[in-house]
């Protein structure tokens, strides 16, 4: 390895610098002073540069001396000045946004933020503003659909907002918001995600590549940080839809130096719905029925700083799913009453302390908190008066059956930047995080005329301690080549078991001829949490549970290649990857998890087995401007093994999508009239459908006897056939008008625009005339929406 | 006209997809076509004085017609490439049986089923019988606690065969007899003791103890259980009687994989169940069992 990196130097003509000065600060928009993230700061000259973190710092160390330097940002102007580095500086700067410019010519993507310099590969940022553009379902944009849309993500099918990143499964992704993990990103049984565009100011996905800094999860890292609030002026933002309204609110708590944002979403359906099941339940006086249905949820942030050095954070997410059916049967003699509902909440918390310990040192402190909680329950109330001649007089019956499962979390992590010279920028921290599972109980309590039963079935807590620690360093080698290389280690402790994983971190860029950017990267990843789930139910009711003493840590390596390159304000790149995954964990044939009675626990219910993904992803983005949007197209594969099903062979994973395309556009027609559409198409999803039966012998023993026959069902091979394939088109329209005191748009947008129906499921059954038919049912039509927005 | 567009279009589009939602959206696929195949299965055990074996003809799930045993069926069991039976007859039970008049014991060698039939192509499947199960019987009598009350306890040591991943079935009973030595009196019960030891491998009714599995780690099985019978306590004596099975690979998937089938039963949310097949179609079975009882 010496001999390589020596090899390296000789062949490559290192840069050196003798005497290193550095110019540190953070950057923010003129009218909000917001922090910006992922700025970039540019020399021209040298041809170094780097960037703003998620707090908007930058550090950059350059040889002593005059310097002009250029901040470029997307959908912000370009900015240059002058430094002269005869010592450290410290200067923070503001960029202005370009919708607060005349000249569109000068937003433009520039050398310092083009993808053929990053080494970073296989990772995918969507601006706030493209996103909040495109068509919006209900009134609503979803961040989770609109990634879906994106070359090497995959949706789980109509209506669910999990994504399936490069052959993976949802649980392998690392959901952080502000850092923290959520475990639970569906609203409205996944049509649509937890996440309110109102209250976000970034979103990133990684694929591959992955940098030593992240770990936790097998396939991709998405990072939402919400919006700050704006330290200068007090804004409002508020949309009313056909299901649901929200509003957000920021300002400044004391200006220029402390800040709020709130905002909150909540579904009406409920409300609506009420006047409508009055009119029902008045024509039958016998019978009435209630269904409900609302989400909400709220994020909150304060920022204060506290001085030149100092920064801190508070922010807080808060959502939940309530859905229930509450109906009453009433006769002279009976009584009967059924509440059936389902809840499922998340809750996070993030405290985070910045503090810039010299001009090339900074360091984030944060302490997180994230609760995840699945409810269930079925209580059925009934009373008789029993007939003449039986004179006991009234009796009931009450059964109810509760089930919970549910995760929280509590760990803190430390994390330091350190911008050793122009050529190295070190990144080291640890992290430490305390889970609690509880991975699903039913309680069951009958009461009966003589008979009581109260009883807990499965469901022990299980706790669990994870710490990591990583260092990494991208290290410019010359003015052609890059190298990111770190370290993660990664240990869990478990009923007594330890597991620890060393992982090594690698991507390269080197620059070819044509300003073609090569790239290649490998990552080590493991895991310690795993979502058991029943194959495209979608239903919250999917289970989160620990790696323990029997079920072992998930592991994979990732392989990718490719080339990257700007062509003007497009960034085109076309990328290969090869995953294997190890220890994945899945149900066990035969098995289920939903109020599952007897007494064995999930890990007797699940087995561990491995996984193949590759493909190619081709992806062309132009992400500003007055028409911009994207392609993609992913050619993939994508394979499972495990001992204990399918008869031990390879099958195809459920989400196998041997093609996957997406188109999005937005337009500008004026100022005041924007146009955008998305349209996608994936092969569809593998499915396992019942095939043949016959008759077998039965052996002797467990009660059977010599010569015993019994029929089977024998389903096809596992996910041997596919449902349709799926494709949509999405359209909206929006109207602007400024007015006095505030900006008002109308939106008009339809989801599904020609109606085609998507396969949710397949049901066997038969027809009229009695004669089997094989049926996709599709979840939604067409529908149209619109929407009213205000802001001021 | 072009504002009154706006709203009349979306309207019509939403009134379209409330009936939509309202209706279900659902659409009619092609049935795949079945091509019927061959289904063997034939369990044989040590003891057996003759075999049972179940020939049918597999039918697709959306056919119309009945799965259906398959007659003419020609089935053949061959030990290292030779004939040892061959038989063609189907029985009033739907069984093709073969009478042999002893015990066929546990035949050294590879063992082939081959079932041909002038519609389809032939299959076939290969196993070996087992080596005998070696275990000790260890009588504890009046040792154990059964629900509050004294019991016998049994423990079973089930010897370990180096580098070969062992499966048991295990039946007991508990035979009452007049005097030692002395004839057996009809009266007898079929015991279903209840183990903890979680380093085996359970089949059956859940906690019952009815078959263990080293699951590929060499060692000896263990197991103490008490019996819920004090022989100090009785009138007649005891005999225990503990007859265990050891199971070939592929009978031992089999029973674990039809285990799995029962209990997804009828329930949509279960996982697919494949049954276990060691056919050459990947329909049916053959498994092989050699057991030794004894009494204690």
Request: aromatic share 14%; charged share 20%.
């Amino acid at each position: 390895m010496k001999n390589l990196l020596l090899a390296l130097f000789c062949v490559s003509g290192t840069l050196s610098f003798a005497q290193t000065k550095t110019i540190s600060g953070y950057v923010s928009d003129s009218k909000t002073g917001e922090a910006l993230i992922g700025v970039n700061l540019w020399s021209p000259e040298l041809k170094l540069g780097t960037a703003t973190n998620v707090y908007g710092f930058y550090s950059f160390t350059l040889p002593e001396g005059k310097h002009v330097l250029r901040l470029t940002y997307l959908g912000y102007a370009n900015q240059d000045f002058e430094v002269n580095l005869s010592q450290n500086i410290s200067s923070n700067f503001e960029m202005i946004a370009s919708e607060n410019m005349l000249n569109e010519v000068d937003v433009v993507a520039s050398e310092g933020s083009r993808i053929q310099e990053q080494v970073q590969m296989s990772k995918i940022e969507v601006p706030i503003k493209q996103l909040k553009s495109l068509p919006a379902i209900f009134g609503e944009v979803d961040i989770m659909k609109t990634l879906q849309l994106l070359p090497g993500v995959q949706s789980g099918g109509e209506g669910t907002s999990g994504l399936y990143v490069r052959g993976g499964s949802p649980d392998q992704n690392l959901i952080l918001l502000d850092g923290v993990p959520l475990y639970n990103v569906n609203h409205l049984f996944g049509f649509f995600s937890v996440f309110n565009a109102d209250a976000i100011s970034n979103v990133s996905l990684t694929k591959g590549g992955f940098p030593a800094r992240y770990g936790g999860r097998l396939s991709s890292v998405l990072e939402i940080n919400m919006k700050e609030g704006n330290l200068r002026e007090f804004h409002g933002d508020a949309t009313a839809s056909i299901i649901a309204s929200k509003l957000t609110l920021e300002g400044p708590l004391i200006k220029d130096k402390a800040s709020f944002m709130v905002s909150g979403r909540r579904t009406y359906l409920d409300l609506l719905a009420k006047p409508f099941l009055a009119n029902i339940n008045s024509q039958d006086p016998d019978f009435s029925t209630s269904p409900t249905y609302y989400f909400y949820d709220m994020n909150a942030k304060v920022n204060y700083k506290v001085g030149k050095n100092d920064r801190l954070y508070l922010s807080h997410f808060q959502g939940k799913d309530d859905f229930g059916v509450k109906s009453e049967e009433s006769s002279i003699q009976n009584t009967n009453k059924i509440d059936f509902g389902l809840d499922w909440q998340n809750s996070i918390t993030a405290a985070r302390w910045n503090h810039q310990w010299s001009p090339k040192l900074f360091s984030n402190a944060i302490a997180t908190r994230s609760l995840y909680n699945f409810n269930t329950r079925i209580i059925n109330e009934s009373s008789y008066q029993p007939n003449f001649p039986d004179t006991t007089g009234q009796q009931s019956e009450n059964f109810a059956a509760l089930y919970r499962s549910g995760i929280e979390d509590y760990g803190g992590r430390l994390d330091f930047d350190y911008a050793h010279s122009p050529l190295h920028y070190v990144r080291f921290g640890a992290g430490y995080t305390n889970h609690t599972f509880s991975p699903g109980a039913t309680n069951l309590e009958f009461v009966s005329s003589g008979f009581n039963l109260d009883t807990l079935i499965g469901g022990a807590d299980v706790y669990s301690n994870e710490l990591f620690a990583y260092a990494e360093d991208e290290w410019t080698v010359n003015d052609k080549f890059k190298i990111n290389g770190g370290l993660h280690f990664t240990t869990l402790f478990v009923e007594g078991t330890t597991y620890a994983s060393l992982q090594p971190r690698f991507g390269m860029n080197y620059s070819l001829p044509g300003n073609i950017a090569f790239k290649a990267s490998y990552a080590d990843m493991m895991q310690f949490v795993n979502l058991l789930t029943n194959e495209g139910i979608g239903l919250p009711t999917d289970l989160w549970v620990p790696s323990t003493a029997n079920i072992k840590p998930q592991k994979s390596r990732q392989y990718a290649a490719g080339l990257a390159k700007n062509l003007k304000q497009l960034e085109l790149s076309i990328e290969g990857y090869y995953k294997e995954m190890d220890n994945l964990v899945s149900f066990k044939e035969g098995a289920n998890f939903l109020f599952s009675l007897d007494d064995e626990s999930w890990e007797d219910k699940v087995t561990q087995g491995s996984g193949e993904s590759y493909g190619l992803e081709f992806f062309a983005q132009k992400k500003a401007g007055k028409t911009n949007g994207w392609i993609g197209y992913t050619l993939s594969w994508n394979f499972r093994q495990f001992d204990e099903i399918n008869g031990g062979e390879k099958f195809f994973y459920t989400y196998d999508r041997r093609h996957d395309f997406s188109a999005v556009l937005s337009h500008d027609f004026t100022e005041n009239v924007a146009f955008s559409g998305a349209w996608v198409y994936g092969t569809g999803r593998a499915i396992t459908l019942p095939e043949f039966s016959f008759i077998t012998a039965l052996p002797n023993g467990l009660g059977w006897f010599q010569g015993q026959q019994a029929f089977v069902d024998r389903p096809s091979d596992k996910n041997a056939y596919r449902m349709s394939a799926y494709h949509r088109l999405d359209l909206s329209l929006s109207f602007h008008k400024k007015l006095s005191n505030y900006d008002r748009w109308w939106i008009f947008s339809t989801y599904n625009t020609y109606n085609h129906l998507n396969p949710f499921f397949l049901d066997a059954s038969t027809d009229d005339q009695g004669n089997p038919v094989l049926r996709e049912y599709g979840l939604f039509p067409i529908i149209p929406s619109i929407a009213y927005r205000i802001k001021f | 006209m072009k504002k009154q567009l706006l709203f009349i279009l979306p309207l019509t589009a939403l009134l379209f997809s409330c009936s939509n939602l309202i209706d279900g959206v659902v659409k009619e696929i092609d049935i795949p076509a079945h091509n019927p195949q061959i289904a063997a299965s034939l369990f044989v055990d040590s003891k057996d004085s003759g075999f049972a074996a179940t020939i049918s003809e597999t039918q697709g799930i959306y056919d119309t017609a009945n799965t259906g045993l398959l007659d003419s069926a020609v089935l053949k069991l061959f030990r290292d490439g030779t004939l040892l039976y061959s038989w063609d007859k189907m029985s009033p039970f739907g069984t093709y049986d073969y009478d042999f008049g002893q015990q066929i014991g546990a035949i050294d060698g590879e063992i082939v089923f081959e079932i041909s039939h002038p519609n389809h192509e032939t299959v076939s499947a290969t196993q070996r019988f087992p080596e005998a199960p070696d275990f000790d019987i260890e009588l504890n009598y009046g040792a154990a606690n059964y629900y509050g009350q004294p019991s016998d306890e049994i423990i079973l040591t089930l010897k370990d065969n180096p580098s070969v991943n062992q499966h048991y079935l295990i039946e007991m009973s508990l035979h009452y007899r007049t005097s030692l030595g002395g004839p057996d009196t009809s009266k007898y019960w079929q015991l279903e003791p209840e183990t903890a030891n979680r380093n085996v491998s359970i089949l059956g009714n859940k906690g019952t103890l009815s078959a263990v599995s080293e699951e590929g780690i060499d060692r000896d099985i263990k197991i103490s259980f008490a019996t819920g019978f004090n022989s100090i306590d009785e009138d007649f004596l005891l005999e225990y009687r503990v007859s265990i099975s050891a199971l070939s690979n592929d009978l031992y998937a089999f029973y674990k994989s039809y285990e799995a089938l029962d209990q997804a039963g009828n329930n949509p949310f279960a996982e697919p169940v494949i049954l276990f097949s060691n056919m050459s179609n990947s329909i049916g079975s053959f498994g092989l069992s050699t057991t030794t009882r004894k009494w204690k």
